[in-house]
Structures are given as C-alpha cells and as structure tokens.
C-alpha cells in the first residue's frame, strides 16, 4: 500500500523568509503532483514531476523530485501573504487508472 | 469551458436518507474519479472510472456506489447517509496515463453535513 507523508503538517512564518515542505513516499512512482488548496476552494495543479532529478519553478515555488530516496520537496523563497494555503503532494500508484495517493497536506500561514 | 461541475455545492442530510452527488466533465477525459476530504486531512480515493461502463473501488468504498453510463458523467451515490460521511467531496478527471502527463482537473467540491 502507498503511503505518502508530508511534513510539517503546519507551518508559520515571517514573510520574507524561505522554507521547505517534504513530501515522502513508500513505493516506487515517476510522478509526484504538488497542489495548491484554498480554504473551502477547489484544488489547484501547482507542478507535475516526471522523473528522477525533476525541478520545477514557478515564481516563489520550486518543486523537485528525487526518486531514489522517495522524496520530493516544495521550496518557498522568500514568502509573501498570498502564498498562505495548504498544499499537498500526491502520487501516481502507477496502476492502469492513474490513482493519486495524497500526502495530508501542509497548511503553509505567511505573516506580515 | 466549464471543467468539472459538480453539484450541489452544499447539502444537509438526516441519518438513513439517500442522495447522489453530481459530477460532469467536459473535457472528453476517460479517467474520472470521487474523492472525499474530511476536515483538515488529504484526499481519499473513493472510487473511480477509467471510461463509460468500468468503475472501481478506491481506498474508501464503502457505503457508496458509482455508475459511468457516458463519458461525462460520474455520480456518486450514498444509500443510507451516515454521520462518518460527513465530509467534502471533490470528482476529478484525466487524460489516460499514457495519452497525457497532465495532472487531474478538480471540480469545486461538495459540503455534504448528516445529522
């Protein structure tokens, strides 16, 4: 069974600083998704990760993926307010219906 | 392009009644799937569907049944509400695995409450 574990489960900080969000997984994947929820909205595609060695930017966001450690981290350089949401990773199960196993998400608070 | 549209946004439900959740897709994706998120969790996997006429379970079946009857509609049935199932719901879809590597559309989700 796949599991995925994120950490920390909440995290506070100032803005301006940088901090980063882990994702790791039990079980062998090539694709690794980062989303982005706002309170009582939808989800949002931040990054889709494709293989080993993967990284990805978009703006203050940097998503990588390193396969052999199971691991992938979303990086955030130096935070604004409209960066606070939470964010989950989740992973492809590699079966035919192209499941996603989420992480428990990372509520992400950006003060002034 | 609507996406994913689900409905109701919001539903109240008393203990042993039943209802279906709506989801339509239009985006001519064959994969599509239902999902519920309990308050301050990830996403379980309730069931999904890899075109019209094939569902599965997912991680958290019970309790639920499913139909894909045409390629855009993916409802979600609960029998007999429970409070447990007191959570929100999100149906997504997808391209298959092979055709893209595009991640799953989300529709906007539905707060369902039983009492």
């Known amino acids: 069974e796949l599991k995925v574990e994120q950490n920390p489960l909440f995290l506070s900080m100032q803005e301006g600083k940088n901090y980063t969000i882990y994702c790791n997984y039990s079980?062998?994947?090539?694709?690794l998704y980062w989303y982005r929820q706002d309170p009582g909205k939808s989800l949002e595609s931040l990054f889709v990760?494709?293989?080993?060695?993967a990284v990805k930017q978009e703006g203050r966001l940097m998503a990588s993926l390193d396969t052999k450690a199971r691991l992938s981290t979303l990086h955030i350089t130096a935070a604004v307010h409209d960066l606070s949401a939470t964010y989950f990773c989740?992973?492809?199960?590699?079966?035919?219906?192209?499941?996603?196993?989420f992480g428990g998400g990372t509520r992400l608070m950006v003060k002034p | 392009n609507a996406g994913v549209t689900q409905t109701p946004k919001f539903r109240i439900l008393k203990i042993g009644q039943s209802m279906t959740l709506q989801c339509t897709q239009d985006?001519?994706?064959?994969?599509m799937y239902w999902y519920r998120q309990d308050p301050g969790m990830g996403l379980k996997l309730i069931y999904y569907?890899?075109?019209?006429?094939?569902?599965d379970k997912g991680e958290v079946p019970n309790g639920y049944n499913v139909s894909r009857s045409t390629t855009e509609d993916f409802p979600l049935r609960l029998e007999l509400a429970a409070p447990s199932q007191t959570s929100v719901y999100f149906c997504?879809?997808?391209?298959?695995?092979?055709?893209?590597?595009?991640?799953?559309?989300f529709g906007d989700g539905t707060r369902l409450s039983i009492l």
């Open positions: 997504a879809s997808s391209y298959t695995r092979i055709e893209s590597l595009r991640p799953q559309h």
């Open positions: 079980t062998t994947s090539d694709r």
């Open positions: 990760l494709l293989s080993n060695g």
């Open positions: 989740a992973v492809d199960s590699r079966n035919a219906g192209n499941m996603l196993t």
């Open positions: 985006m001519n994706h064959n994969y």
């Open positions: 569907s890899v075109g019209a006429g094939i569902t």
